[in-house]
């Protein structure tokens, strides 16, 4: 999925909750999660190749009470409830779904997409969700909107300064541009509406910011060849890890904003 585009298992967390609260109605819940693919099932959940609609439905009717994204990369588990299968499914995703009953036990939901076709004939993505059984111990441990706020404010600053030391404009001219914007919080082409209309607005406002990093980041990260030598692709990925750490955190902290 393109970086610009949220992650699938971001959407099904915060609709999901919003569904469970009585704040969106399933069609909607659909829509928005498969917005940007053509079909979407559930498998695992006793009854294989259930449609989405079906499969949140009997999330529910097992006492699910809320959804939460967890967005995790090697050597940081950001989320995870432990070792098993849902954690080795979901680090090797880059992401899933924790839906859990009030006392913690529930399922986890990790994304697989498969496109068919060619770019001549066009392209049909499908995705399908696998469940695994999973135990959530203790309260939600974050991170949360303030510290993802402080962390972006920070990441912001070193990240102006990291590539500019790197010289990383002479790499790819863009990269420029996409830091001045992100330096004056401009919002072109930023999708606002993808969070549920009560989640607070500090949350769509990391999105943003989360979002336009992930920008300068995907950006930097884009082959430039002879222009790089060993020593400044190393250095660049080091920087791009650290950023790329800080874009995860904001993203859990904004699609987990459950109103209070």
């Known amino acids: 999925m393109s970086p610009s585009l949220p992650p699938r298992s971001a959407l099904l ?39 989405l609609d079906q499969g949140v439905a009997r999330l529910r009717a097992e006492g699910v009470t809320r959804a939460r994204l967890v967005l995790p990369a090697p050597g940081d588990p950001l989320g995870l409830p432990g070792p098993g299968a849902f954690t080795q499914a979901a680090l090797t995703a880059g992401e899933g779904v924790l839906a859990v009953r009030e006392g913690g ?14 770019e001549l004939d066009g392209t049909v993505t499908t995705v399908v969700w696998s469940v ?6 203790g309260p939600d441990q974050g991170p949360f909107l303030h510290e993802a706020e402080h962390d972006l404010r920070l990441g912001v600053v070193e ?18 541009d996409a830091l001045q914007d992100l330096r004056r919080s401009a919002r072109r082409g930023i999708d606002e509406d993808e969070l549920p209309g ?22 930097a990260q884009q082959d430039v060849g002879g222009a790089v030598d060993a020593s ?6 080091r920087v791009l890890r650290d950023l790329a750490r800080v874009v995860r955190r904001a993203r859990v902290a904004a699609y987990n904003a459950v109103p209070a």
């Open 13 to 51: 967390a915060c609709w999901t909750t919003a569904w469970l609260a009585g704040e969106a109605s399933l069609p909607e819940l659909v829509d928005r999660v498969a917005a940007h693919d053509d079909a979407h099932t559930v498998t695992g959940l006793w009854v294989d190749d259930l449609g």
């Open 105 to 118: 036990s529930g399922f986890g939901l990790v994304p697989a997409a498969t496109s068919h076709g060619s």
């Open 132 to 137: 695994y059984g999973v135990e959530v111990a």
């Open 159 to 176: 990240a102006a300064r990291a590539l500019a030391d790197l010289d990383v404009a002479r790499w790819n001219p863009e990269i420029g």
């Open 198 to 219: 009560s989640w607070p607005p500090r949350a769509r406002e990391v999105l943003v910011t989360a979002r336009q990093l992930a920008g300068v980041i995907s950006l």
């Open 232 to 237: 400044e692709a190393d250095a660049r990925d």
